[in-house]
């Protein structure tokens, strides 16, 4: 029976694997194993033995222990480190100079560095773990060179240290370029969050903010802009805004995303140049700052529902090469013919409506009328509010002080001429600028005006033969200052033709005495 190998160091047995007998190489000698010193390393979790730790067999005897199946890879030293060529105490005392030239330069290596106290150093040079590395002939392993006499290729860079993480160590990846997921999602974000902030210049000063919106949006349906004022989605300075407030210079105006309808033609193309033609055809007054069209019948000022051609998209052809677009001032309704004011600048637009909000403009209307008022010239001052608050076109009622939504409307009336008792030819002038406030007040006082479809309400009343079922009223004259110099402009619409015929078959002559010029101007 072979006698277990010794533990100690030089009365360790020769005869068994290795020794002298055996003709092979001797094995490198690892000296004691019960040193203070190595006790506290392996404490300190610096050292750990190569050697396996010996078990006990089934018949008594001491083993070597197995830590893997037969065929797998040896376990690996401590750290991941061969330490079988290097000094143990290097760690606690300086290294022993080696003569210059006896260690030839290493190459750096291309993998990552490890972590630890030995991090960063080639394996050969990394020490071995135990007591004194011996050669096989009893001698100690050559001390590494101090890090000063090594040549620069050699030089190892210092450890960070068993505290410091392990990515720490290495390089950081490079960032990962976004998906196509994430590009669409934050597309799709950017779109959804068209929060503009506008702010109002000084030629934008006192102008209505759904005229403002009008202004700097011409893309955007009037009922859009009614409806975002109604929803308070429309901020200025912070705070809800309402469609009759005004806007100062500086006022910072938030105006959520919007949905804007498909872009005007360009410049020069067969659409905008008949366009241009058409508004030719129509102008009455026209000098730099402003102009007063012959506003057709049927069509609309501004856009709404179901409504594409309209006033304020055919100014469209008529912007200039600095980009500037003329501007509505005020509005008339669809069916509503006559004199229309255009500004042609911003500072003649903001001037002209305060003219308007001041009630320094004159306007004359004139109307064909059922029946013939008893009062020949009178007055008709009421309250009027919507039927539907929110809808821009609903049908006004005449209310009482205090309703919700009522606001005082005043009309002069005269009776001009008459066709017996069935119809009577009336000049009006409005003071105040409600939303349709001469339809509602003719109703209001039982001679509602000939082809209204909104007010007319006279049952078993049939129209003369000859007259067209269309609404007849006309803004017949407007007297405004100019905005630059002052000076009134004075501009009269002609009869729209279904009004013209009825006017000749009627027998009524337009160049007769209109006694409402002498009413009252307030």
């Known amino acids: 029976m072979t006698k277990p ?13 290795g020794g002298p007998a055996s003709g092979r190489p001797p094995r490198a000698r690892t000296g004691p194993r019960n040193t203070a010193r190595d006790a506290a ?26 830590f893997a199946p037969a065929g797998a890879a040896p376990a690996r030293p401590a750290f991941g480190r061969d330490m079988g060529d290097t000094s143990p105490w290097e760690r606690d005392e300086g290294p022993a100079r080696a003569p210059a030239g006896k260690f030839p330069a290493r190459p750096k290596s291309d993998k990552p560095k490890s972590d630890g106290p030995h991090s960063g150093k080639p394996r050969s040079d990394r020490p071995r773990t135990g007591a004194a590395a011996r050669t096989g002939t009893g001698d100690r392993a050559p001390a590494r060179p101090h890090r000063d006499e090594r040549p620069d290729s050699a030089e190892v860079p210092r450890s960070r ?86 806007v100062e210079p500086g006022a910072s105006v938030r105006v959520p995303p919007l949905s804007l309808e498909a872009r005007p033609p360009a410049p020069n193309s067969p659409r905008t140049e008949g366009d241009l033609a058409f508004l ?19 069509l609309a000022v501004q856009g709404g529902s179901g409504t594409t051609r309209h006033v304020d998209g055919l100014l469209e052809a008529m912007r ?88 005082h409307a005043l009309t002069y009336y005269a009776v001009v001429d008459q066709a017996g008792q069935k119809l009577a030819w009336l000049s009006l002038k409005p003071v105040t600028g409600r939303t349709h406030q001469l339809r ?43 905005p630059r110099t002052a000076k009134p402009v004075d501009v009269t619409a002609p009869l729209p033709p279904h009004m013209a015929q009825s006017w000749n078959l009627l027998g009524f002559d337009a160049s007769r005495y209109d006694p409402i010029v002498e009413a009252p101007e307030a």
């Open 5 to 17: 190998p010794s533990r100690g160091g030089s009365g360790r047995s020769r005869t068994g694997p």
């Open 41 to 66: 390393e392996r404490a300190a979790g610096l050292v750990v033995s190569n050697r396996a730790a010996p078990s006990k067999s089934g018949n008594g005897k001491f083993a070597p222990a197995k």
């Open 161 to 246: 240290g068993p505290a410091e993480p392990k990515a720490a160590a290495t390089t950081a990846p490079a960032a990962k370029a976004p998906t196509r997921r994430a590009l669409r999602e934050a597309t799709a974000e950017a779109l959804a969050t068209g929060v503009q902030t506008l702010e109002v210049t000084p030629d934008e000063a006192g102008m209505r903010i759904d005229r403002f919106l009008s202004a700097r949006f011409p893309q955007l349906p009037f009922t859009r802009i009614q409806s975002l004022v109604r929803k308070g989605e429309l901020r200025v300075n912070g705070k809800r805004a309402k469609a009759a407030d005004r």
């Open 280 to 298: 030719r055809s129509l102008i009455l007054y026209e000098d730099q700052d402003m102009m007063v069209l012959n506003k057709p019948f049927g």
């Open 320 to 407: 200039d090469k600095d980009g500037q677009k003329p501007r509505l001032v005020h509005r008339l309704d669809k069916d509503t013919a006559g004199c229309l004011i255009i500004a042609k600048t911003r500072l003649a637009a903001a001037t002209l409506a305060k003219t308007f909000r001041s009630r320094a403009a004159r306007k004359i209307y004139w109307a064909l009328a059922a029946g013939v008022p008893k009062v020949r010239q009178g007055r008709i001052s009421t309250y009027l509010a919507k039927e539907e608050i929110g809808d821009a076109d609903a049908r006004m009622r005449v209310a009482k002080h205090g309703d919700e939504g009522a606001s």
């Open 440 to 482: 509602a007040h003719a109703a209001h006082i039982g001679h509602p005006l000939v082809g209204d479809p909104k007010y007319f309400d006279i049952e078993n009343w049939e129209l003369p033969g000859g007259l067209q079922n269309r609404l007849h009223l006309l803004a017949r004259r407007i007297v405004i200052p100019h």
